[in-house]
Every structure is written in C-alpha cells, then in structure tokens.
C-alpha cells in the first residue's frame, strides 16, 4: 500500500519537475527563472523525502536538510546579485 502510494507521488513529482524544467528553458524573465529554480529544488528535495519513506530509511531526510540548506542559500545569493551587482560585500 505504501509502496503504491510513494510510487504513484513520485511519479506526479517527476511530472512537476518537468514542468519546472520548461518553465527554465522559457522563462521570459531572470527573476522567472530563478524562482523556477527555486521550485525545482522545493521538488527535489520533496522527491528525495518521498523516497525516504518507501526505503524507510532516515538518511534521506538528512540528504533533504542538505537540499533545504543549499537552496535557500542559492536562491538569496542570485537574488542579491540581482539587486546589487555582487554577493560579498
């Protein structure tokens, strides 16, 4: 039953991802792009989380933390490039 159901939400996540992946290749704007970017990592780590269940196993979550960590960092990083023209001040 878990099996089908971690199946059957990897499945509609990867479909997501896709749709992601279109978003970045024709986004009109960089601000679209980066916020593309920042749902496909959102999707990313929804997917390794999902398939922590299936394997019942807690390293997945930690690899999640991680994916949580990097992209928020990323996506701070070229929004203040965007803003400013550089990232360290």
Same mark, same amino acid.
């Given at each position: ?11 509609? #996540?990867?479909?997501?991802? *896709? ?11 960089? *601000?679209?792009? #980066?916020?593309?970017?920042?749902? *496909? ?5 929804? *997917? ?12 997945? &979550?930690?690899?999640?933390?991680? &994916?949580?960590?990097?992209? &928020? ?14 990232? #360290?001040?």
């Amino acid at each position: 039953m878990i099996a089908t159901a971690c199946l059957i939400a990897v499945c509609v #996540i990867a479909v997501a991802a *896709l749709m992601n992946l279109y978003r970045l290749a024709k986004g009109p704007d960089v *601000l679209d792009r #980066i916020l593309t970017l920042e749902t *496909l990592v959102t999707n990313t780590i929804g *997917l390794v989380v999902v398939i922590g269940i299936w394997y019942g196993t807690s390293l997945y &979550f930690e690899i999640a933390l991680l &994916f949580v960590a990097v992209g &928020f960092l990323s996506t701070v990083a070229f929004c203040k490039y965007l803003l400013r023209g550089n990232v #360290i001040e």
